[in-house]
């Protein structure tokens, strides 16, 4: 209350008390004080506090003043705190990326994809393929269904040729149920919505198709497009391009009408193909329609081991992983590991802000006392503390911004999207978030802290002599040790998620990749495939050319095959994997026991080639020659593989066989002279569009196909190898701030013990001391945990490097090497300076 | 424009305040202003309407050295300004004209008690 006021009060109190009881008298004194709880002292009461504008003026320019003081302090954590922006910034617009892909359908909450759940031997699998005739037979028998539409998945159908007369261009499509666009509300340009794929001759084309072939959109509804040069579809819509935010991304849709007859196996209740999604009725019970569809598939074949689950198609991009038929984790997981690297990089960078204006706390200790004394009240200083940091914050966003601007397109790269900085209010309104946050954590201890100080200690201790005291000396230490601790573990995390990387890349998985490429059959190679092989073969620089079903690592299963002695009750997946003779050579697959095919041998159409996994698991005693296999297909067992990895380093090698099946195989394989690929592959794309013409050379190095099944580890090491390097760099940059100012504040103890003798050795280790053993406790803390964190992500490997002690050691080598460095910079030149200069004034 | 209207409470206080001239600080009004009126006030109830006077530009306020007795804080001092001066006046004068216009005009009967 106002002066004049507690004055009154008082006044009147002693008045009461010489002629009334004390007790009147108090009980007087609260009446009249709450008899001033009118507006016009409760209005006079807030703005004396403030003086808005006068303080906010006054603060800035003691903040700005205090910049141009400290310009080292300034720099190290302007350069800190935007550098750990520039981290922050790009993370959140990958995490927000990455949250919203499949988030734009319509009716998300009653977006389902229907997915098999199988017992197998070998333990739960939960697959989203499942029969193709599923979908249309759910909309018959469930009323809860509004929409069901089957699916093909896009890299089924991807490097199709579409042509219109001689113009083609490579596309990848699927096949849809015809209720597909209702279900996923990608907008249709062109067309009647509910007519789409009436026709199993319609196709419904993306913009930017329909632009490329035909000129404009509105040109190409009715028109005739060539698919492969085999079959030819009529424009029945035009669909805007899928945005990049989706997980599918095609260019064109066909009816599942036509899919019937292009591959009437994938809608046998026995198969698993395409996927199946639904449009629930609103208001529908989802726990009781999944109880009540579990079972659906047992009452449509003899089996039992394959049961429906449903799950939100908005979680499915997120929320993939399934272990043991249990939803566990997926992209989530590096969504949420970025995040807190995110986080904790900003808390590093916050740190280095504390730690610095605590130390420098002596230094303003004189500037809050007197302030104190004049009658600033703590709420002002705090006011003015957190006003600096957040201008400082706000400094360093700024710089942030432009340096994420510039490097956007580099970490587009690493991180396979294409992501803009597009300044709109979510973005705006994190960053503002961002820099609140960040500035009130880096500021709020320093401004607790000195605002709490005591003036009268202030001037008469000696706080500003020397010696701190222990409370915040601990804290101080307690940050940096923190600091340190997480950059160690990130380290760590870096050089093991490497290592495993190059393990898994250069691991000997059992067959030759190298040199090797493949291409889709395609146009005239569907015909004559053994013409054109021979063709491709004189090519020079080619040493072989034979074909495959699809690609090594991604191919059918069955689980359809019996043998002699096999247990009724077990159920294998096998790979399945049709090639053409020489197959085996190329790759250079070892056979164990008996041969590889041949054409020496007319019957070998009906002969398969096991791995030794599949034997092992079969449990025959002497395989050559047995007959395996199901109903009309049987099979001859002629020779046994040693095992390769056709899969991720990441599952067990499975069973697997190779059938000689060449009408089956989709994909052409050559291998080339290790010397002059390029020039091959000029010659390939030559011959190619001349034997071809229309269709594109497209290409895949087989090694490459192998890498791309880390891509999501790579990603993480690229990235984590520069967010290790960022929080190293950041906790550097506070030490090296700390150790100035220490050298700075004992420089007068430094000039007395060089006059008494100390060497200069001495005097650097009495400098260092402090911080070598503060980073010593970083280790210690460090090791247990990176060493946790590393084993755990290593337990996903099936095949894995062991965790040696020198990562830990080096991890830990390299930060204490790293921080003496930063503050032996500093005390050398401490410890170098002359006693005469130090000690000539005072 | 500010409402310059004179209420009673405020006519009397800054009676008052004239009356106590140098002394004229809210605990000193309240006190006196219960010695003559024989009605309790609180000095919240003083202050605010001193304040209001203040607004309504009849009052100007300084701050005195302040005494022992309060703590050594300081005194805030009212002093009536011209147009308190004129306003008082024609308060006066108003009520004159009143009286002025009653009939049954008689000292002795007069009860005065608001």
């Known amino acids: ?842 | 424009m500010k409402e310059t209207r004179l209420g009673e409470f405020e006519e009397v206080i800054l009676l008052l305040v004239g009356i106590l001239a140098e002394d004229a600080y809210a605990f000193k009004i309240a006190e006196e202003f219960e010695s003559q009126t024989k009605r309790a006030v609180s000095i919240g109830a003083v202050h605010s309407a001193l304040n209001r006077l203040g607004e309504k530009g009849f009052l100007t306020s300084e701050m005195k050295e302040g005494t022992a007795e309060r703590g050594g804080r300081r005194k805030r001092i009212y002093t009536i300004t011209a147009s308190g001066q004129r306003a008082l006046s024609e308060a006066r004068d108003f009520r004159m004209a009143l009286w002025n216009q009653y009939p049954a005009f008689s000292t002795d009967n007069l009860n005065f008690n608001i």
Not at chain 1, 166 to 175: I, L, N, R, W
Not at chain 1, 608 to 631: C, K, S, Y
Request: net charge neutral; hydrophobic share 45%.
């Open chain 1, 1 to 842: 209350m106002a002066e004049e006021v507690l004055g009154d009060l008082d006044e009147r109190f002693y008045h009461r008390t010489s002629n009334q009881s004390t007790r009147r008298a108090k009980l007087d004194y609260w009446m009249q004080v709450f008899n001033y709880l009118r507006p016009f002292a409760l209005r006079n009461f807030i703005p004396k506090h403030l003086l808005p504008n006068l303080m906010l003026k006054h603060n800035l320019t003691l903040t700005f003043r205090n910049f141009g003081r400290h310009k080292s302090t300034f720099l190290i954590n302007l350069i800190g705190l935007s550098t750990s922006l520039v981290c922050a910034m790009m993370i959140y617009l990958w995490v927000n990326d990455e949250v919203s892909v499949d988030k734009y359908h319509q009716h998300a909450d009653r977006f389902y994809q229907i997915m098999e759940w199988k017992e197998l031997s070998a333990g739960v699998f939960v697959t989203g393929s499942t029969p193709g005739i599923l979908a249309e037979t759910m909309a018959d028998e469930y009323a809860e269904v509004e929409y069901a539409a089957v699916a093909t998945p896009a890299s089924w159908y991807s490097g199709v040729t579409l042509f219109v007369g001689d113009k083609g261009v490579k596309t990848s499509g699927k096949y849809v149920g015809k209720d597909f666009f209702e279900i996923f509300t990608y907008p249709i340009l062109l067309g009647n919505k509910e007519h789409l794929l009436d026709q199993k001759h319609h196709i419904v084309v993306s913009e930017s198709v329909a632009k490329n072939l035909f000129g404009d959109a509105q040109s190409a509804i009715g028109k005739t497009i060539e698919y492969q040069r085999e079959k030819e579809f009529t424009v029945s819509g035009v669909f805007e391009d899928i945005p990049r935010n989706s997980s599918e991304q095609f260019d064109f849709v066909l009816s599942s009408e036509e899919f019937k007859d292009v591959n009437p196996n994938a809608f046998k209740w026995e198969n698993s193909g395409p996927m199946t999604f639904l449009l629930l009725k609103e208001g529908v019970d989802i726990e009781a329609f999944k109880a009540k569809i579990a079972p659906m598939l047992k009452g449509k074949t003899t089996e039992d081991h394959r049961q429906l689950i449903a799950r939100r198609y908005v979680d499915a991009y997120l929320y993939g992983g399934y272990v043991n038929g249990v939803q566990s984790g997926g992209r989530i997981d590096y969504v949420q590991f970025f995040s807190l690297i995110g986080i904790l990089i900003l808390i590093i960078a916050a740190i280095n802000f504390t730690n610095l204006s605590t130390a420098r706390a002596s230094r303003r200790v004189k500037e809050i006392g007197v302030k104190k004394v004049v009658g600033a009240n703590r709420r002002a200083l705090v006011f003015q503390y957190l006003s600096e940091s957040i201008i400082l914050t706000f400094m360093a966003a700024i710089l942030a911004l432009l340096i994420v601007w510039l490097l956007l397109p580099q970490f587009n790269q690493i991180t396979d999207k294409q992501l803009i900085l597009h300044l709109d209010t979510n973005i705006l309104v994190a960053l503002l978030l961002m820099i609140l946050s960040t500035g009130v954590v880096a500021g709020g201890y320093p401004a607790f802290y000195l605002s709490g100080l005591n003036p009268i200690k202030v001037f008469k201790s000696n706080l500003f002599s020397g010696r701190t005291n222990f409370k915040e000396l601990f804290t101080r230490k307690g940050l940096v040790v923190f600091q340190f601790t997480l950059s160690i573990t990130l380290i760590v995390a870096v050089a093991v998620v490497y290592k495993q990387l190059e393990f898994v890349q250069n691991r000997d998985i059992g067959y030759d990749r190298e040199h090797v490429i493949h291409f889709p059959r395609e146009g005239r190679t569907m015909e004559n495939l053994d013409v054109f092989l021979q063709e491709l073969g004189k090519v020079p620089g080619v040493k072989a050319a034979t074909s495959m079903g699809q690609s090594m690592v991604g191919g059918g299963n069955t689980t359809d095959m019996d043998w002699k002695g096999k247990d009724p009750n077990s159920r294998v997946h096998l790979a399945i994997r049709p090639v053409n003779f020489g197959a085996v050579e190329m790759l250079g697959i070892k056979i164990k026991e008996g041969r590889s095919f041949s054409q020496d041998y007319s019957l070998d159409s009906a002969s398969v080639i096991f791995n030794q996994t599949a034997i092992d698991i079969m449990g025959l005693e002497d395989p050559i020659g047995e007959t395996v296999g199901r109903g009309e297909f049987q099979f001859k067992i002629i020779g046994i593989m040693e095992d390769f990895h056709f899969q991720s380093l990441q599952s067990e090698v499975g069973p697997l066989f190779f059938c000689l099946a060449p009408q089956y195989t989709e994909r052409v394989v050559v291998k080339l002279e290790s010397n002059a690929t390029r020039e091959t592959i000029a010659r390939l794309e030559k011959f190619y569009s001349d034997y071809n013409p229309g269709f594109v050379f497209d290409y895949t190095f087989m090694d490459e196909e192998y890498d791309r099944l880390y891509a999501a580890e790579n990603r993480v090491a690229s990235l984590g190898k520069y967010f290790a390097g960022v929080a190293i760099l950041i906790s550097c940059l506070g030490l090296f701030g700390l150790a100035a100012f220490t050298a700075e504040r004992r420089v007068k103890e430094i000039g007395i013990r060089k006059i008494l003798g100390a060497s200069y050795f001495r005097i650097i280790g009495l400098l260092t001391r402090d911080f070598t053993g503060m980073v010593l406790i970083a280790i210690l803390v460090a090791l247990p945990l990176s060493y946790w964190i590393t084993s755990s992500w290593l337990s996903d490997f099936a095949y894995k490097i062991t965790l040696e002690w020198w990562f830990f050691a080096g991890a830990g080598v390299t930060a204490l090497l790293v921080a003496s460095l930063t503050v032996g910079f500093q005390t050398a030149r401490a410890a170098a300076a002359n006693p005469v200069d130090c000690l000539k004034d005072e």
